[in-house]
């Protein structure tokens, strides 16, 4: 898909009747970029820049439309596979053991969770990374959007992802993401205990024919299960899970809860504070504090 795209840059180039280093100047971009894009060398293509060549060359959005394809080609098959799935199901279900879904991540946040991959080569690739998640987004608005039913573990909850201030505007994106008719939110609490999917995150999806497919995916690797008898299995490890979650409303109470423990903790106490309010706790008799959807949890015991 690279030397198609920088066959089809090449033809409308000299069709306009330019170099190289001229359509450099036009997109704002080297000489020498263009040249790595025509024979498909180098770094691939950022959105942005087929955007600008695009409109230079007045390709009518033909670039544009083929960037999608050039991006997936850095991910393996099987995540190019589940990709091309997830963009045609009527019905997405998934559980997240570590870092908010894509499709509900905020810029910030995504940028934060993609900068520590493995695969990242520079901080234009990081942009493109970003760019592609926040496009991939834009499905859950049109008219053939899909039902979305995330079941979210409480760690992804706590862990201030990209630091305190990230992580309150993207637990306030999931409350307001959450309000849409098509999305659904639970948490799975710590108390819960053990489950079915401890080890990674999964996803099903529900396809137009009414078949299903299922992707686990760990830090560094993804599985894309495609065999009807497996998918089964992980599918009714799912409906599991959501039977174990706390219930929407619930969940969403704890999420507000957690946002407003996520924004005091902005503020660390000092050490002697610490030890005085430690003190304070010792003191304190029985008493259970309430969960935000309702529930109870019991009172934490202060570190020695």
Same mark, same amino acid.
């Given at each position: 898909?690279?030397?198609?795209?920088?066959?089809?840059?090449?033809? !409308?180039?000299?069709?306009?009747? !330019?170099?190289?280093?001229?359509?450099?100047?036009?997109?704002? *971009?080297?000489?020498?970029?263009?040249?790595?894009?025509?024979? $498909?060398?180098?770094?691939?293509?950022?959105?942005?820049?087929?955007?600008?060549?695009?409109?230079?060359?007045?390709?009518?959005?033909?670039?544009?439309?083929?960037?999608?394809?050039?991006?997936?080609?850095?991910?393996?098959?099987? +995540?190019?596979?589940?990709?091309?799935?997830?963009?045609?199901? *009527?019905?997405?279900?998934?559980?997240?053991?570590?870092?908010?879904?894509?499709?509900?991540?905020?810029?910030?946040?995504?940028?934060?969770?993609?900068?520590?991959?493995?695969?990242?080569?520079?901080?234009?690739?990081?942009?493109? %990374?970003? /760019?592609?998640?926040?496009?991939?987004?834009?499905?859950?608005?049109?008219?053939?959007? =899909?039902?979305?039913?995330?079941?979210?573990?409480?760690? *992804?909850?706590?862990?201030? *992802?990209?630091?305190?201030?990230?992580? %309150?505007?993207?637990? $306030?994106?999931?409350? @307001?993401?959450?309000?849409?008719?098509?999305? /659904?939110?639970?948490? &799975?609490?710590?108390?819960?205990?053990?489950?079915?999917? &401890?080890?990674?995150?999964?996803?099903?999806? /529900?396809?137009?024919?009414?078949?299903?497919?299922?992707?686990?995916?760990?830090?560094?690797?993804?599985?894309? #299960?495609?065999?009807?008898?497996?998918?089964?299995?992980?599918?009714?490890?799912?409906?599991? !899970?959501?039977?174990?979650?706390? =219930?929407?409303?619930? +969940?969403?109470? &704890? #999420?507000?809860?957690?946002?407003?423990?996520?924004?005091?903790?902005?503020?660390?106490? +000092?050490?002697?504070?610490?030890?005085?309010?430690?003190? @304070?706790?010792?003191?304190?008799?029985?008493?259970?504090?309430?969960?935000?959807?309702?529930?109870? &949890?019991?009172? %934490?015991?202060?570190?020695?």
């Amino acid at each position: 898909m690279a030397a198609l795209f920088g066959s089809r840059v090449r033809k !409308l180039r000299t069709a306009a009747g !330019l170099t190289q280093a001229e359509l450099g100047v036009r997109t704002h *971009v080297a000489g020498t970029r263009i040249i790595q894009i025509e024979q $498909a060398s180098g770094a691939r293509p950022t959105l942005e820049l087929a955007h600008a060549l695009d409109a230079v060359l007045g390709a009518d959005n033909l670039l544009v439309d083929l960037w999608p394809y050039v991006y997936r080609e850095a991910f393996p098959d099987w +995540s190019r596979r589940f990709m091309a799935y997830a963009e045609r199901a *009527v019905d997405i279900r998934e559980y997240a053991a570590h870092v908010v879904p894509g499709l509900l991540q905020t810029e910030d946040y995504a940028r934060a969770v993609l900068k520590v991959g493995r695969t990242l080569g520079s901080e234009e690739q990081l942009e493109e %990374r970003v /760019t592609a998640r926040m496009g991939r987004q834009e499905r859950l608005g049109a008219l053939d959007r =899909p039902e979305l039913w995330v079941v979210l573990d409480e760690s *992804v909850l706590r862990r201030p *992802v990209g630091g305190r201030a990230v992580m %309150r505007e993207q637990l $306030a994106c999931l409350l @307001e993401a959450a309000a849409g008719s098509h999305i /659904t939110v639970q948490v &799975m609490p710590f108390d819960q205990g053990e489950h079915d999917a &401890m080890g990674g995150s999964l996803t099903v999806l /529900t396809l137009p024919d009414g078949s299903e497919v299922a992707y686990t995916e760990g830090a560094h690797y993804g599985q894309l #299960i495609e065999d009807p008898d497996e998918v089964r299995s992980f599918s009714l490890t799912y409906d599991r !899970l959501r039977a174990a979650a706390l =219930p929407p409303l619930m +969940s969403l109470g &704890m #999420i507000r809860s957690v946002m407003k423990d996520n924004h005091r903790g902005a503020n660390v106490p +000092s050490r002697s504070e610490r030890r005085r309010l430690a003190q @304070e706790q010792l003191q304190q008799s029985g008493g259970r504090q309430l969960r935000g959807g309702g529930g109870r &949890m019991p009172r %934490r015991r202060p570190r020695p």
